[in-house]
């Protein structure tokens, strides 16, 4: 059994499996929001990745009790100016439609709005912000990024999100087409993790201590 408890902030489950297996190799047991099912909607209104990120932890932290892992991140495109951005999960929102918007409303309106522009002017880079709120009211925060270039097409099945529309060139592949464990190795997620994961492994002793 795990010595430390952490949930992660997120509804998305493919954020879940990421982070659940980029935490395989430590001494923790991830719990997630599904968890919790009675906890309220944490609404996301900071105009940045950080504000958004370090808000979801310490909601839930507060709500939960226990450390909560939140990760913020999107999509930001070069030549629309940074966008979709903070904006990147709703980016093809229709405020009449009766549901919100699927990753693949997202990325077709991505491939449509970028229809002409040529591959040289084509960079992006996805953004990850995560924040580690402790229950004591502490938040540890870290950033990562992994940079890339928009598709002309949809290609894989794996990742989520704008997977199947980002381009790696060191691969000669989208994102969704590289597998999981290629994109933990160079994902925006695994980078911004793998700097706070000094501070987890030092929770993980003190949990460890604590409980004999
Ligand atoms: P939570 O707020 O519950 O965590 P969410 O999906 O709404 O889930 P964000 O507000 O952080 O999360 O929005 C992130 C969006 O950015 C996400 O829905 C994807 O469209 C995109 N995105 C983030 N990381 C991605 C990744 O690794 N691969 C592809 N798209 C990603």
Redesign the pocket.
């Known amino acids: 059994m795990a010595s430390l408890t952490l949930v992660t ?4 489950p ?2 879940v499996r ?1 982070l659940a297996a980029l935490l395989a190799d430590m001494d923790v047991r991830l719990l997630s929001l599904a968890d919790f099912p009675e906890l309220p909607d944490i609404p ?1 209104e900071g105009a940045t990745f950080a504000e ?1 990120a370090r808000f ?1 932890a310490k909601e839930t932290a507060r709500l939960t009790g226990l450390p909560a892992l ?6 930001e495109v070069a030549a629309l100016g940074g966008r979709p951005g903070v904006f ?2 709703r980016y093809a929102q229709d405020r009449t439609a009766p549901r919100p918007p699927t ?1 693949e409303d ?1 990325w077709r309106k991505l491939l449509d709005e970028m229809q002409n522009v040529p591959w040289g002017e084509r960079r992006a880079r ?1 953004v ?1 912000e995560i924040a580690l709120a402790l229950p004591d009211g502490r938040v540890f925060r870290a950033k990562g990024e992994c940079p890339g270039y928009i598709a002309l097409q949809p290609e894989g099945e794996q ?5 199947p529309v ?1 381009w790696l060139p060191e691969y000669g592949a989208t ?1 969704a087409s590289v597998g999981l464990e290629v994109k933990n190795a160079i ?3 695994a980078r911004a993790l793998n700097e706070l994961k000094k501070i987890l492994h030092k929770l993980a002793r003190e949990a460890a201590a604590a409980g004999n």
């Open positions: 902030a997120t509804k998305n493919g954020k990421e996301e958004n979801k939140a990760d913020d991140s999107g999509l990147s999960a990753d997202n996805f990850c990742g989520f999100g704008y997977d980002f994102m994902s925006h997620r």
